[in-house]
T-cell receptor, first 109, second 114 residues
Framework: KNEVEQSPQNLTAQEGEFITINCSYS?????LHWLQQHPGGGIVSLFM?????KKHGRLIATINIQEKHSSLHITASHPRDSAVYIC???????????WGAGTKLIIKP | SAVISQKPSRDICQRGTSLTIQCQVD?????MFWYRQQPGQSLTLIAT?????????ESGFVIDKFPISRPNLTFSTLTVSNMSPEDSSIYLC???????????FGSGTRLTVV
């Protein structure tokens, strides 16, 4: 079993739909990251969470430390949101990140 | 947060040759991380580069194949040596911006070995 699991693996939706991507982890963490990777390969950090909820524009990220679960939501989705969304956790006792497999999101116009 | 300039953005190389990837950070950072992302896969950490000491390589990666330089706190290079088609991947560098900023990534180098 992977230490960080994301679901769904692939998601296709229509423009305007509310999107939810989930991340579950099994290790003790000091922080959880949500990142976005566009087809060109570059990665952008969206959120770093250690508790609660953060919002940036149409993106919302939540984390439940007790349940070891985080969600990334996109409101009013747009084709430019099409990308791979990756969850990564920083383990408490390690400086490295443990990576989820990513969720490939396609938003159709 | 830190800004990283990574180059080249992409390259097509002949097998048996070597390619050096550069990452320049706009601020001083202690640790820089080099990742590989094979097609359809998640990121795999190759090594951690500290200034003034040998890089620390992860299991499955060796210095002869992926030599790393870290001459100062703002710059690092990763060389992919004696390339084969299996080395075709995206290579990314990253730094940890600390408690507030999290990790910053370079724009990636898409390498194709033919």
């Amino acid at each position: 079993k992977n230490e960080v699991e994301q679901s769904p693996q692939n998601l296709t939706a229509q423009e305007g739909e509310f999107i939810t991507i989930n991340c579950s982890y099994s290790v003790g963490i000091s922080a959880l990251h949500w990142l976005q990777q566009h087809p060109g390969g570059g990665i952008v950090s969206l959120f770093m969470l250690s508790s609660g909820k953060k919002k940036h524009g149409r993106l919302i990220a939540t984390i439940n430390i007790q349940e070891k679960h985080s969600s990334l939501h996109i409101t009013a989705s747009h084709p430019r949101d099409s990308a791979v969304y990756i969850c990564a956790v920083k383990e408490t006792r390690n400086y490295q990140l443990i990576w989820g497999a990513g969720t490939k999101l396609i938003i159709k116009p | 947060s830190a800004v990283i300039s990574q180059k080249p953005s992409r390259d097509i190389c002949q097998r048996g040759t070597s390619l050096t990837i550069q990452c320049q950070v706009d601020s001083q950072v202690t640790m820089m991380f080099w990742y590989r992302q094979q097609p359809g896969q998640s990121l795999t950490l190759i090594a951690t580069a500290n200034q003034g000491s040998e890089a620390t390589y992860e299991s499955g990666f060796v210095i002869d194949k992926f030599p790393i330089s870290r001459p100062n706190l703002t710059f690092s290079t990763l060389t992919v040596s004696n390339m084969s088609p299996e080395d075709s991947s995206i290579y990314l560098c990253s730094v940890n911006g600390g408690e507030h900023y999290g990790y910053t990534f370079g724009s990636g180098t898409r390498l194709t070995v033919v």
